[in-house]
């Protein structure tokens, strides 16, 4: 049995309704905990992409691809943990800056490339993007100052390369064990090749 690591998946779903939801339920039963979830439009209308982040090992990876295609409104799943990828984060950090310490504290953000968007009297927001990693570095720095709040989006990921179709969507993309993928069908958005 291989090892459980953090892993990421890219599912292409129907913007409807419950379907959130779904995934989310599917994901619950199986006692998954689920480490970071993002949902956005993409440039498809009425097609969605969640970007979820959960600890796995390789053959339960399999069997989350397997389950979240027995969804209905699920276009595509890809597992995206071995592939060349893009990860962002985006980072809200209200942090303790009163005049005494509020220069140290401003650069600090510019050496992580952080954007200080809101300044108090007591206080400051820094807004910082880009790998997880970047942003608990940031964290680390600032704690000692006193972090009054914090937020965090989900990752957001992007493969590189033309490893994906100018539809976005895989064309070959099939669950495992299923056919080849079928044309489009009536209820799929034009251009989106929906698994048999």
């Known amino acids: 049995m ?6 990421t ?3 292409y779903v129907e913007d409807l309704p419950g379907v ?7 994901l619950r039963r199986r006692n998954y905990n689920i480490a970071s979830l993002t949902v956005g439009a993409t440039e498809r209308p009425g097609v ?3 970007t979820v982040v959960l600890e796995a090992d390789e053959d339960n990876a399999r069997r989350i691809e397997a389950n979240l295609y027995k969804l209905v409104n699920v276009l595509f799943v890809e597992d995206t943990t ?7 984060e985006l980072g809200l950090i209200k942090v303790r800056a009163d005049p005494s310490n509020r220069g140290e504290v401003m650069r600090l953000c510019d050496v992580f490339r952080a954007r200080v968007i809101d300044v108090g009297p007591e206080a400051l ?3 910082i ?5 970047k942003i608990d570095g940031l964290v680390d720095v600032l704690r000692p100052f006193g972090i009054l709040e914090m937020v965090r989006t989900g990752a957001v990921v992007m493969v590189r390369s033309s490893e994906v179709t100018q539809a976005g969507i ?3 993309s099939s669950p495992p064990g299923a056919p080849p993928s079928s044309p489009t069908s009536p209820s799929t958005p034009p251009g989106v090749i929906r698994a048999a």
């Open 9 to 11: 998946f890219i599912a």
């Open 82 to 88: 071995t592939a060349a990828t893009m990860v962002r």
């Open 20 to 26: 959130l939801n779904r995934v989310t339920s599917l």
């Open 2 to 7: 291989s090892k459980a690591t953090l892993r």
């Open 48 to 50: 969605s992409r969640m």
């Open 125 to 127: 927001v820094a807004e």
């Open 129 to 133: 993007t880009g790998p997880g990693d």
């Open 170 to 172: 895989p064309r070959s």
